[in-house]
Structures are given as structure tokens and as C-alpha cells.
């Protein structure tokens, strides 16, 4: 099971830029669906962008489409998720999720977030945007 470390969390102005990054290790993840997700206070957690890996389809929630943008790197073994303008309603910690044989980016993003027991996570990066 692939086990996931995030990085790039932290405080913005409102309208800025952040990427995060979440790098992945302990098996192959040829068969994997990759997604960012986030939970602010008293919110369900959700999923914000995911990618399927072998396809290489993405999905985005509405909220975020046009401003963020995932991505992954082959040779680093790692996924990206780059937020550009963002927005107070983006401050959240973000987490980075994986788990297989999901062939389908927008049906993970959609159904993960409430599977916490399942699948690999990474420990959330926090990211804040301010006036």
C-alpha cells in the first residue's frame, strides 16, 4: 500500500499562489486514483481534485475549476496540486489520499472522503488564506 507524505501548506494572501505536494512510496501506483481533499472546522471532509493514474484523468470540484490544477511527476513519484487565486474558502488542511483499482478520478473524489479507513493517507498539510 502506498504509503503518502503532503508538503507546501501554508499562510497566503487572498489571491495567491500555493502548490502542494504529495510524494508517495512503498509500492507500485500503476493502478492507483490519487486525490487532494480538504475539511475546514465543522465541514465534511471533500474531495477537491484527484487523478487517476493510469489513464491520467483528473477530475475538479466546481468550486475550484480554472484556479487549481493537479499534476504528477513519473520519475518523483509524486502529485502535485497547484492553487492559484485562491480564496478565504479555500483555508482548510488539506490531504493527500490514494487507494486501487479506482478507475475513475470523479467517482474517488466523490466517494473517498468518506472512507477514512480505507485506502492510504497522509497526515494533512494546513493551508490558510487571508484578507
Known amino acids: 500500500q502506498l504509503q503518502l507524505v503532503e508538503s507546501g501548506g501554508g499562510l497566503v494572501q487572498l489571491g495567491e499562489s500555493l502548490t502542494l505536494s504529495c510524494a508517495t512510496s512503498?509500492?507500485?501506483?500503476?493502478?492507483?486514483?490519487i486525490g487532494w481533499f480538504r475539511q475546514s472546522p465543522g465541514k465534511e471532509r471533500e474531495g477537491v481534485s484527484c487523478?487517476?493514474?493510469?489513464?491520467?484523468?483528473?477530475h475538479y470540484i466546481d468550486s475550484v475549476k480554472g484556479r487549481f490544477s493537479i499534476s504528477r511527476d513519473d520519475a518523483k513519484n509524486t502529485v502535485y496540486l497547484r492553487m492559484n487565486s485562491l480564496r478565504s474558502e479555500d483555508t482548510a488542511v488539506y490531504y493527500c489520499?490514494?487507494?486501487?483499482?479506482?478507475?475513475?478520478?470523479?467517482?474517488?473524489?466523490?466517494?473517498?472522503?468518506?472512507?477514512?479507513?480505507?485506502?492510504?493517507w497522509g497526515q494533512g498539510t494546513e493551508v490558510t488564506v487571508s484578507a
Open positions: 512503498g509500492a507500485s501506483w500503476k493502478y492507483y486514483a
Open positions: 489520499s490514494a487507494d486501487e483499482h479506482w478507475m475513475d478520478a470523479r467517482n474517488f473524489c466523490l466517494v473517498q472522503g468518506g472512507r477514512l479507513g480505507y485506502g492510504s
Open positions: 487523478l487517476q493514474i493510469e489513464d491520467n484523468s483528473t
